[in-house]
């Protein structure tokens, strides 16, 4: 691509919610994360500079659905549901729900969440796990703007269990080693899978997919995956 690197590379405006380590969270003022680098390459590939802001998860769903966005990168789920409001690169990464708590939390499996309280992010497929168990209206949920506030309200005690992204969960226990959590999935936890998001029509849909194939055959998708993931 001869376009790679130019300096008239045109700049996006991408939006996401940066409080979801590994994939994107804060680090002196920057943010920072597997989605970050795997967006950067994946746009300089198409000949694209991004500037990313941590806009919030609704607002980054508000600025796509307005087109004030041209990205939204958040490890977003793709479902039939949102693909009615916006357009999806293919699918980079797998990820299944997951059940974080505190040892001695008597949580097994997810039937063993009925009757407790539960965190999940506002608007994500974690809340939609927790209410397929829970019921819809279930007023045992609890409902937070960011990922980092559903592990705030465990480690106070004000909800039992938090219900996120796998990869998520595994790196906040491990992150946070005196907290003494623990992790559970279930065999009802279906995989899902992430895409980049961009607003209805856009034509950076095509643009990406195919900077998203290159970027995963020519070895820079690995070499992201084994920064972050170190495997
Ligand atoms: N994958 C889940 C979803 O799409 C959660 C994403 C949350 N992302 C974030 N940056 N907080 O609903």
Not at 25 to 36: R, S
Not at 85 to 93: G, R
Not at 213 to 231: C, L, P, R, S
């Amino acid at each position: 691509n001869s376009n790679n690197g130019s300096s008239k590379d045109k700049v996006l405006n991408v939006g996401t919610e940066a409080t979801f380590a590994p994939f994107e969270y804060q680090q002196k003022g920057k943010i920072v994360g597997f989605d970050v680098d795997l967006l950067n390459a994946v746009a300089k590939q198409a000949g694209y500079k991004i500037s990313i802001k941590n806009t919030g998860w609704d607002a980054m769903l508000a600025g796509l659905q307005n087109k004030e966005l041209d990205v939204g990168m958040a490890g977003i789920t793709i479902n039939d549901e949102r693909k009615k409001s916006y357009d999806f690169s293919n699918p980079y990464f797998e990820s299944k729900s997951m059940i974080v708590f505190k040892k001695g939390t008597n949580i097994k499996t997810a039937k063993d969440l009925i009757g407790k309280k539960v965190g999940v992010q506002n608007g994500t497929t974690g809340q939609f796990t927790a209410e397929s168990i829970l019921g819809k209206n279930s007023n045992k949920i609890s409902k937070y703007e960011t990922s980092a506030l559903c592990f705030t309200a465990l480690k106070s005690g004000d909800v039992d269990a938090v219900v996120t992204d796998n990869a998520v969960a595994l790196q906040y226990v491990k992150n946070n080693p005196n907290s003494n959590l623990e992790t559970v999935t279930d065999k009802s936890f279906k995989s899902e899978y992430y895409g980049i998001a961009f607003p209805k029509n856009s034509d950076l849909k095509a643009k990406f997919d195919k900077a998203l194939t290159k970027v995963m055959d020519n070895g820079e998708y690995a070499k992201i995956y084994k920064k972050w993931f170190n495997k």
